[in-house]
């Protein structure tokens, strides 16, 4: 089994049921099972700021498919959920993205592994760093817990351990609220 990390995203509808609906789609997923998830945590949007908050979170998964069935099982979550792919970082019912495969790096037309902005990304270092701080990030040969200490400094915010919320300032304001 390898150990890998999604990163899930809503704010449409029950936000947390969205996530939690999620949850339990990927557990249901033949050779693959929900290992730990993260808090949830209130994110502003990025790019397209004219939209309600996210509710975003990190689950660990064992999974015995590769990457791209990963992926096809994910983007099949995703449509049923409704999902609408119309508007970039547009407003989703549910968005469930592909963190960590692993010690997989990988760059292709319809798959980047680890998630290309990963190291920018507060929303997703956060809950990252809640259950997986000390994993080994392909490719950026760092934690998740490095990138976070270099995504805060950069943006001018001191990270600390065991404070959440660690904002950033330039993406997203991330309130640990568990819901």
């Known amino acids: 089994m390898t150990r890998t990390w999604i990163g899930l995203g ?4 029950d936000r ?36 309600p908050f996210f509710l975003n979170a990190v689950a660990e998964v064992e999974t015995d498919k590769d990457p791209r069935g990963l992926l096809r099982d994910l983007l099949a979550i995703e449509q049923r959920m409704g999902r609408s792919r119309g508007v970039r970082w547009g407003p989703r019912t549910i968005d469930l993205d592909i963190l960590i495969f692993g010690d997989v790096a990988e760059v292709s037309d319809d ?16 809950p990252l760093v809640e259950i997986a701080p ?12 490095q990138l976070l200490e270099t995504l805060s400094r950069e943006a001018g915010d001191a990270v600390r351990a065991g404070d959440a919320p660690w904002p950033d300032r330039r993406e997203a304001t991330c309130r640990g609220r568990t819901t």
């Open 10 to 13: 809503s704010n449409q509808g």
């Open 16 to 51: 947390a049921g969205q996530i939690a609906t999620a949850l339990r789609e990927v557990d249901a997923l033949e050779r693959s099972r929900v290992v730990r998830v993260s808090s949830l945590y209130e994110t502003a949007p990025i790019g397209k700021t004219d939209q």
């Open 111 to 126: 798959l980047t592994i680890p998630h290309p902005r990963l190291a920018e990304r507060a929303f997703v270092l956060v």
């Open 134 to 145: 000390d994993v080994l990030v392909p490719s950026e040969e760092r934690t998740p817990a």
